[in-house]
């Protein structure tokens, strides 16, 4: 791998992670306050593995850099400001009610699931075989997401009127998740990496469709925002605030 | 079982006859099953604990639940994520023994919010710093697991057996919390400082977490009697400080007790007079965060409202 590759590869890792990790973050918020005892239990299991995840791509961008790994990557979550960070501002988003989490959660979901699907045939192995084991477990996050969209989008006329609501915020927050990152055409010929417009076209096809069935429109008059990871919204730097607290009372302590 | 076709056998035996053979099943070590004949004050007690016991695990998930995001690395998030939910999934095991006597999840929530039912009290104690987890985890934790060890010996079959799948995962509790403890106890001064700090607030609550002296505990006798507890509170106690105060000082952490001391001629450590007042006030409702705890349940009850209706309404509509 050239050097210039090799950065764009780190870069596309890290884009990976910091979604994960905030998405992960919103998600763990709900832990203890659920609807239902089961969704206690079930939600704070995506939350788990989104971090998780997280931890995966974080690793593999320290391998590619000869970092030790675990130092890697908590030194990423907790000593980067919001500056730094390159997660898209659809995850930083409060979590909002029980219906725009779900669904930014299935947004994300097929999302990952559809570029994970690709990933799998990437041709830096790790990649490969990371996002082959990381699959089994969104297989499951989707199931679980679409069924929420589905009761919520069919159930009641106050459950579907919030999801609209929902989509009609979050669809352009969502959009930006298909956005290439730095460099993505120079690692999309090495394959590397899925072609973005590729991805995108086959995300919104199966989004559309499955929203459509469960009697959600995708809103047509979406106001442009800055779609760029290098902006972020104020509630990153609250998330961040937070997330990092403990660990920056003393940088030199282990804990 | 036999099939549903079967008619019950009539049980003549008049209600002495069956406390008698009650008695002497539990008396052979015997459990008792769902459909087995009970006496009233028996299906009452327990409803009555194990709901109580689940409320606990629930309400537990709060102060723990609320250092999730501020984990000070990615190990310990993850653990910590996986503790608070095996503290849910906890609670519903118990709601769901509770349910084999014929209590329904929705009257123990009401009773629940409405301030009826108890749950431990240890939970209305405020969680003020990341050492909080790791008292919380050596400490309560372990402390539930003597209680826990012991039910899980209990008569009733279905209580006996949650608690055996409960204590497997109290144990990880545990050592995780101790994991922390000893982390920070040796650690930087500022983290000495604070796990000091922290067994300050959270080993007087602890000991009280094991209920009132057993002379001033209405329903120990029957208890066990009736083979649902068999250890007195006082004897529970007294096991955790023998096990625990040790530990904490080979640390260099100082217990907050000036009575505190090892006491060759009875083998046990002696340990000062409880705050009973301070116990009865958090118990009936006064302690530093009931109010809290309370809201932030009633919160995620009405909040989720909406979310069960749709799911009601979605069955109804589409699985029916
Ligand atoms: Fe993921
Ligand atoms: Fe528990
Ligand atoms: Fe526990």
Redesign the pocket.
Known sequence: MNPESKQALIDYLITMADDELILGHRNSEWCGHAPILEEDIAFANIALDEIGHAIVWYELAADLQGEEREAYANHMVYFRDVRDYRNTQLVELPKGDWAFTMLRQYLFDQFEMMRLEKLAQSSYAPFAEAATKIRTEEIYHLRHTQAWARRLGLGTEESHRRMQAALNDLWPYALALCEPSNRAELLTQGGYIPDSRALKTAWLEQVTAYLGEVGLAIPTDSSNLPLSRTHHTEHLGQLLSDLQQVARLDPMAKW | MYGATVEPIEDIRTDAEKLAGFEARIARGEKIEPGDWMPDEYRRQLIRMISQHAHSEVV?MLPEGAFITRAPNLRRKLILIA?VQ??AG?GQYLYHAAETLGATREEMLDALLSGKAKYSSIFNYPTLSWADMGAI?WLV?GA?ILNQTMLARCSYGPYARAMVRICA??NF?RRQGQDIVITLALGTPEQKAMMQDSINRWWWPTLMMFGPHDTDSSNSAVLIRWGIKTKTNDELRQAFVDQTAPELMALGLTIPDPDLHYDAATEHWHFGEINWDEFWNVVKGNGPCNAERMTARRQAHEDGLWVREAMAAYTEKYQS
């Open positions: 537990g503790k095996d503290e906890h985890g934790d539930a995962e109290e509790h």
